[in-house]
């Protein structure tokens, strides 16, 4: 049973089609795995057996039936723990919603339940997702399936963990400044970050609206792929999203890219980057030459400014969104508050981690009269250059590479008393959320240590069926992706 449990999604699908498995079995061989395993890992917050298997019990009935299946019906997934599923317990890993219950499903909870995907679990992740190594949950740590040692990656470090590991086949994350695709390269999985607004936020907790999407983690790009389809498309209860038809994505996965112009990012192919990565990526780009794609420089020259400018706007978005966080309507409440004031201010207090803290009192200062001009609005302005430069990059190449993080994952404590060595972790994956672009990440090696190495792959805005086509031609010419963690 675990040997189908380390297949991809399109191979269990056919099992169960195929009837050599039940949908019900599939879903119990993978809770059971979860529980076998996850105290090592810590990948989860809370398991949801009955909805899961409620789910798997509707997929039975309709192969008893000898209906036609949805895409990715009876497959096992994890939601991370910053999307709401009626019923279940919310948390966004911070103490101030420990035991908050969501009232309603999130619009990409809704899909997934009427395509019959089986939800089997909230994945932990740092504290409202603000972090690079998951470290910062209120309740665990995560540890990554290839040494328990190391650090998942962040945000969300439980749902690329939960996928590694084969807990469970593929897993929701957001990204707002890199949450996917840092954390699917920390654990050899693919993560993808759609174009802004291609999926409904309506029901994710909130960090920075401007920059937050939710994608997927699978272990193939196929996977993947099918699992964007699922949870796109417009929703009237979010007003970013885009109202636009859903592409068939894996129709397009195995087009010819003869003739593809890969830009390679200069500003990430240099400083700071460990050799095993450097190799890795020039392999990758020896790879795309081979595939008869046509290779071309090119230069961000405002890449070094990203991680600047989104520590003012995310912090300043983050400072806004979180203020509902009162003890008023939401989750926990100090016990002994004297007067209205000290309710507000002790709960607070007490159910913020201190990341969290500091990036409310750094994104209230950066909005705070005199300094709004300085910081804000600079910030804003230094945006659209950004995103100006992604423009011009795109007459010059159809899709770009580069590293997804200059290193592999590190060891648990490492940086987590320097903020600021955390931060630079995101160099390599800010600038899509700044501009909007899609992104994803691919397994594309391993280091000295046997650590996974991901190949950062971007594109224009709503072209992922072009991002999703090179991935997949890159990860078929290669067997990286057939090789799983040992635990
Ligand atoms: N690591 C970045 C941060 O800490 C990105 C987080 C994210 O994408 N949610 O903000």
């Known amino acids: ?285 020896e790879c795309y030459k081979k595939l008869g794609a046509e290779i071309v420089e090119i230069s961000l020259p405002n890449l070094k400014h990203s991680i600047g400018i989104y520590y003012i706007l995310a912090t300043a978005e983050c400072s806004s969104n979180l203020a509902r966080f009162d003890g008023v309507r939401y989750g926990y409440r100090t016990p002994d508050a004297k007067n209205l004031m000290e309710m507000y201010t002790k709960t607070r207090a007490e159910g913020f981690g201190p990341e969290v803290k500091r990036r409310i009192m750094l994104g209230t200062y950066a909005l705070s009269s005199g300094y709004y001009d300085a910081y804000y609005k600079k910030a804003q302005q230094m945006r659209a250059l950004v995103t100006q430069d992604f423009v011009e990059a795109f007459k010059k190449a159809d899709v770009l590479i580069s590293p997804t993080c200059p290193n592999t994952a590190f060891e648990l404590g490492a940086k987590s008393n320097d903020p600021l060595a955390m931060y630079l972790t995101d160099i390599a994956t800010i600038s899509a959320n700044l501009a909007g672009i899609p992104g994803l990440s691919v397994p594309a090696g391993f280091d000295t240590d046997g650590m996974p190495i991901g190949l950062q792959i971007l594109a224009p805005q709503l072209q992922e069926a072009k991002l999703f086509n090179a991935a997949h031609k890159f990860e078929q010419a290669n067997d990286y992706y057939t090789k799983l963690a040992n635990i």
């Open 1 to 285: 049973m675990n040997e189908l449990l380390r297949k991809p999604a399109s191979e269990q699908a056919k099992a169960l089609k195929n009837k050599e498995i039940s949908a019900v079995e599939l879903t119990q061989a993978a809770l059971n795995r979860i529980k076998e395993i996850d105290e090592k890992l810590g990948a989860f917050n809370s398991l949801t057996e009955e909805t899961a298997l409620e789910t798997a019990k509707k997929v039975d009935e309709k192969i008893a039936r000898g209906e036609e299946l949805p895409l990715l019906a009876g497959i096992p997934l994890a939601l991370k723990d910053n999307m709401n599923l009626i019923g279940s317990k919310t948390t966004a890993s911070s103490k101030i919603l420990e035991n908050f219950v969501s009232p309603f499903n999130a619009t990409i909870t809704q899909k997934l339940l009427d395509n019959l995907v089986p939800i089997l679990g909230k994945a932990n992740l740092d504290e409202f997702a603000m972090g690079s190594s998951n470290e910062n949950s209120a309740f665990k740590k995560v540890h990554n399936p290839w040494d328990l040692n190391k650090v998942p990656g962040g945000s969300s470090g439980g749902s690329a963990a939960s996928v590694a590991s084969c807990e469970v086949t593929l897993s929701l994350g957001s990204d707002t400044g890199g949450s996917i695709r840092l954390p699917a390269s920390f654990c050899g999985i693919v993560g993808m970050k759609p174009t802004y607004g291609r999926v409904s936020r309506y029901g994710l907790i909130a960090f920075a609206s401007s920059l937050d999407q939710i994608g997927p983690f699978a272990r193939t790009v196929e996977d993947a792929a099918n699992l964007l389809e699922v949870i796109s498309g417009h929703d009237p209860k979010d007003s970013t999203s885009l109202n636009l038809p859903v592409e068939h994505y894996a129709s397009s996965l195995n087009n010819d890219i003869k003739g593809l112009r890969v830009g390679v990012i200069k500003e990430l192919m240099s400083e700071g980057l460990s050799d095993d990565v450097q190799k890795a990526i020039e392999n990758a780009i």
